[in-house]
């Protein structure tokens, strides 16, 4: 076997080995043998630069800090979800969506991740560019943070050209390693895990987001030319399909008494997760119905975000601390 042909297939076997540890999280490998054969790809490469490729497992962590981030226009808005603060709240809103469909509307229910939205476009399956929400309209370009995400593909198999959204997040025992680097150096602790996550994302050098440990949960569409599924419970199926992370925990619910079990399942059960959630997010199902409910100025006629009620903060961290 000659050189590039064994970069490839040491390729092939990091990608396999990072899939299956950061989006399935069942590791087939230990990191000894993982980290072997990045060492022999890195300096198989290092004797044939002209073999680098972007996409190589080799490449996640970019070199120089950049100077500022460049501006995305999003040619889709990324727009915000109303909220909802009881049952009370979720009912009407249930009962706007049925008087605007006229038929009975069945809803997928999420985990709220308290991240922040991202959306990452892929171009004939490789990942081209990463960006923040912004103010919905214009967002910016982190392509360089996201790819130290080892959750997120830099290359997807089926070659499709895609735009998912998603959050980013910093999972608990992250941030509590980084709030206790922080408290070791004397530096001012990041006061939650949204926050940390954010400030991670904007360094401007990427080795520093490489070492927050983010992770993400992909959850929708963006620009998607070939899209041409029924409904937002099909896109998750895709969206998994297509080797993204995306949160187990979705459901299907066939009435809003569903949804509100759904609510008070996880209202109790939040504290089990290792990521903050901030509430539920609930989705018109069917895709055409959601075309036809359509969109306030703010945000979407068809979802809607339970939150839940604000806990005493202090208590919360210190619950995480106990269940790490
Ligand atoms: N934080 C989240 O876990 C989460 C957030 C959003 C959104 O912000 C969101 C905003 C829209 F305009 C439309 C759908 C959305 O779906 C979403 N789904 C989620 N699971």
New binding site residues.
């Given amino acids: 076997m000659n050189s590039q042909e064994r970069i490839q297939e040491l390729r092939k076997e990091l990608e396999k080995y990072n899939y299956e540890y950061h989006v399935l999280d069942t590791p087939s490998v230990s990191d000894y043998e993982y980290d072997k054969r990045m060492q022999e790809l890195v300096s198989l490469e290092e004797e044939y630069p002209e073999l680098i490729t972007a996409d190589s497992p080799s490449q996640r962590v970019g070199g120089k800090p950049l100077d500022a981030f460049e501006k995305v226009q999003h040619v889709i808005p990324m727009?915000?979800?109303g909220n909802a603060f009881n049952e009370e709240d979720l009912r009407d809103f249930d009962k706007r969506v049925q008087d605007g469909i006229g038929e009975q509307v069945s809803y997928v229910c999420?985990?709220?991740?308290d991240g922040l939205?991202i959306s990452l476009r892929y171009e004939d399956g490789l990942f081209v560019q990463g960006a923040t929400r912004g103010d919905g309209t214009t967002g910016e370009d982190i392509t360089v943070n996201l790819r130290t995400i080892r959750s997120i593909p830099l290359r997807m198999p089926e070659g499709e050209t895609i735009e998912v959204r998603g959050?980013a997040f910093m999972p608990h025992r992250s941030f509590i390693a980084l709030n206790e680097a922080k408290e070791e150096n004397g530096e001012e602790p990041f006061a939650n895990p949204r926050n940390a996550a954010a400030g991670s994302l904007r360094q401007l050098d990427p080795k520093i987001a490489a070492s927050r440990n983010l992770d993400i949960?992909l959850?929708?569409v963006g620009q998607w030319d070939a899209g041409e599924l029924e409904s937002h419970s099909e896109r998750l199926e895709y969206l998994k399909k297509l080797g993204f992370k995306t949160n187990p925990e979705w459901r299907k619910c066939a009435t809003i008494e569903e949804v509100i079990a759904y609510v008070q399942e996880w209202t109790e059960a939040r504290n089990q997760l290792n990521y903050e959630i901030d509430g539920i997010?609930i989705?018109v199902d069917h895709l055409d119905q959601q075309e036809e409910l359509g969109f306030t100025a703010k945000?979407?006629r068809w979802?809607i975000a339970y939150k839940f009620p604000a806990e005493e903060a202090i208590t919360k961290l210190t619950d995480i601390e106990l269940s790490v």
């Fill in positions: 727009l915000s979800l999420e985990l709220k991740i939205a959050e949960f959850y929708g997010v989705k945000g979407p979802a």
